[in-house]
Nanobody, 127 residues
Framework: QVHLVESGGGSVQAGGSLRLSCEASGYIDSRYCMGWFRQAPGKGREGVAAIWPGLGHTYYTDSVKGRFTISQDSAKNTLYLQMMNLKPEDTAMYFC????????????????????WGQGTQVTVSS
């Protein structure tokens, strides 16, 4: 069993920065993919960034490339999402997730492959 708790969300102006954290407890293994997803009001949930900690491979959706950085601290069992140059369209509830069924990040933004999810943290970016 894995338990994920996100934190670090808040309200910022466009151009600002935030760092989200996702503290994991339970069965944590660097072989398995971890990711960040977001859901804006009235829209479906979408993948933002993912990481295969064992090899350090990272994946980003096009809209956040160059602005967001995903990282993982295995000693702290914590996943991070550093977000810079935030835009109003980044406003959403952000969720972290991990999967323990397949080694690696096969389909890093395929939501059905993730079997553990956090409750989310809200990010609001004003213009």
């Amino acid at each position: 069993q894995v338990h994920l708790v996100e934190s670090g969300g808040g309200s910022v102006q466009a151009g600002g920065s935030l760092r989200l954290s996702c503290e994991a407890s339970g069965y944590i293994d660097s072989r398995y993919c971890m990711g960040w997803f977001r859901q804006a009001p009235g829209k479906g949930r979408e993948g933002v960034a993912a990481i295969w900690p064992g090899l350090g491979h990272t994946y980003y959706t096009d809209s956040v490339k160059g602005r967001f950085t995903i990282s993982q601290d295995s000693a702290k069992n914590t996943l991070y999402l550093q977000m810079m140059n935030l835009k109003p369209e980044d406003t959403a509830m952000y969720f972290c997730a991990t999967q323990t069924r397949v080694v690696g990040c096969l389909g890093p933004f395929l939501q059905s492959s993730y079997n553990y999810w956090g409750q989310g943290t809200q990010v609001t970016v004003s213009s």
